[in-house]
């Protein structure tokens, strides 16, 4: 079956520094992949998708590259503020319509 | 734009008692999923209707889960009876109907915690 696989948190990092949290998924087929962010008290929220091979999501200054060859999602931002502060999630759907998400990694970001 | 509206927001209960959970999709989404949230599982899908018909109940996990879906605008999810390890945050999303490369993304509402006591 499908499977997501993220980095264990909490991350903390500081504000301005470099953000990369790894995803890497198993799945039969061509899935689409996208990284959700849940801040305190709310849902998820979409933050970034990639349907194909290749492509790269990018939203608020996130990026993620879909690379089939390595089986991997990571996200990353160059300069973390503060309000980045929450958790993210990968996720991918198959040939199913659910979507089958990784554990969450929270990422705190200190003044 | 409304988004996907549940309620109530937390629920806190007794072990034994019916619980019932109520979802309203965004309007014009052709799909709704129903998701529990644990510090232990992380997200699970539960169960998803399209167009009001449930096509996969595979993650409801035991027979005291039931959904309904009886109109396109509301949804519920019941625990009958509950019991403590129910205790989650259960979310309600929906989306439009796939395209070829079933990209649409999902709506997710703001939970509703849930505390069997």
């Known amino acids: 079956g499908n499977s997501v696989t993220q980095m264990e948190g909490p991350v903390t990092l500081s504000e301005e520094a470099f953000l990369t949290i790894n995803c890497t998924y198993t799945?039969?087929?061509?899935?689409?992949l996208f990284w959700y962010v849940q801040y305190p008290g709310e849902g998820l929220q979409l933050l970034l998708k990639?349907?194909?091979?290749?492509d790269k999501g990018s939203n608020k200054g996130f990026e993620a590259t879909y690379r089939k060859e390595t089986t991997s999602f990571h996200l990353e931002k160059g300069s973390v503020q503060v309000s980045d502060s929450a958790v993210y999630f990968c996720?991918?759907?198959?040939?199913?319509?659910?979507?089958?998400f990784g554990k969450g990694t929270h990422l705190i970001i200190q003044p | 734009d409304a988004g996907v509206i549940q309620s109530p927001r937390h629920e806190v209960t007794e072990m034994g008692q019916e619980v019932t959970l109520r979802c309203k999709p965004i309007?014009?989404?052709?799909?709704l999923f129903w998701y529990r949230q644990t510090m232990m599982r992380g997200l699970e899908l539960l169960i998803y209707?399209?167009?009001?018909?449930?096509?996969?109940d595979s993650g409801m996990p035991e027979d005291r889960f039931s959904a309904k879906m009886p109109n396109a605008s509301f949804s519920t999810l019941k625990i009958q009876p509950s019991e403590p390890r129910d205790s989650a945050v259960y979310f309600c999303?929906?989306?439009?109907?796939?395209?070829?490369?079933?990209?649409?993304?999902?709506?997710f509402g703001d939970g509703t915690r849930l505390s069997i006591l």
């Open positions: 999303a929906s989306s439009l109907k796939e395209g070829q490369n079933s990209n649409q993304p999902q709506h």
């Open positions: 309007s014009g989404h052709d799909y």
């Open positions: 990639a349907t194909k091979a290749d």
């Open positions: 799945a039969t087929g061509y899935p689409s």
């Open positions: 209707f399209n167009n009001n018909v449930p096509i996969d």
């Open positions: 996720a991918l759907r198959g040939s199913a319509d659910g979507l089958t």
